[in-house]
T-cell receptor, first 111, second 114 residues
Framework: RKEVEQDPGPFNVPEGATVAFNCTYS??????FFWYRQDCRKEPKLLMS???SGNEDGRFTAQLNRASQYISLLIRDSKLSDSATYLC????????????FGQGTELSVKP | DAGVIQSPRHEVTEMGQEVTLRCKPI?????LFWYRQTMMRGLELLIYFNNNVPIDDSGMPEDRFSAKMPNASFSTLKIQPSEPRDSAVYFC????????????FGPGTRLTVT
């Protein structure tokens, strides 16, 4: 079993749609959680951290369920510019600065 | 900030040749990571350093791969001899201990081995 598993893509949605990505992680001792975004042929970049109480950044909302070891990302009113691959990322306890990346979910927003 | 700097950005080489990839982390960061990304395997951690010391090299695929960090501002990843299956994008990333583990990635080196 992979340490971080994500919904298989691609997700093809029209502009303005709401789309949700899910992710599960296997290490119950994980302490830090993130969503990274990777544009085609570019490097991954931090989109947002995920906090226990859930957090929102504009059109983006991240949720964490520690009991179920589940992380989600909701994108509202999707834009063409949201087209990218979204990577679920987890840090494990006592693993120093090491991050575990999921395989990513590709999102394509169409006009 | 200049961000993480990698060179070269693109490398095309013939099988059997030595390849050296270079990375300059963000000044002040104490962690440095080398990743490889392919369509089939996604983003794989190869090795990471803390304060210039290798901490975990379990992701290095085989002895043909080696990495060094002689000082806080420079690291190399070497493949000798290179093989076609090494073709991938190699990313370097750095982070600062205690800063929520956020990693900053360089633009990557796209390696093609023919």
């Amino acid at each position: 079993r992979k340490e971080v598993e994500q919904d298989p893509g691609p997700f093809n949605v029209p502009e303005g749609a709401t789309v949700a990505f899910n992710c599960t992680y296997s290490n119950s001792a994980s302490q830090s959680f993130f969503w990274y975004r990777q544009d085609c042929r570019k490097e991954p970049k931090l989109l947002m951290s995920v906090y226990s109480s859930g957090n929102e950044d504009g059109r983006f909302t991240a949720q964490l369920n520690r009991a179920s070891q589940y992380i989600s990302l909701l994108i509202r009113d999707s834009k063409l510019s949201d087209s990218a691959t979204y990577l679920c990322v987890v840090n494990g306890k006592n693993q120093g600065g090491k991050l575990i990346f999921g395989q990513g979910t590709e999102l394509s927003v169409k006009p | 900030d200049a961000g993480v700097i990698q060179s070269p950005r693109h490398e095309v080489t013939e099988m059997g040749q030595e390849v050296t990839l270079r990375c300059k982390p963000i000044s002040g960061h104490d962690y440095l990571f080398w990743y490889r990304q392919t369509m089939m395997r996604g983003l794989e951690l190869l090795i990471y350093f803390n304060n210039n010391v290798p901490i975990d090299d379990s992701g290095m695929p085989e002895d043909r791969f080696s990495a060094k960090m002689p000082n806080a501002s420079f690291s190399t990843l070497k493949i000798q001899p290179s093989e076609p299956r090494d073709s991938a994008v190699y990313f370097c990333a750095s982070s600062l201990w205690g800063a929520s583990y956020e990693q900053y990635f360089g633009p990557g080196t796209r390696l093609t081995v023919t």
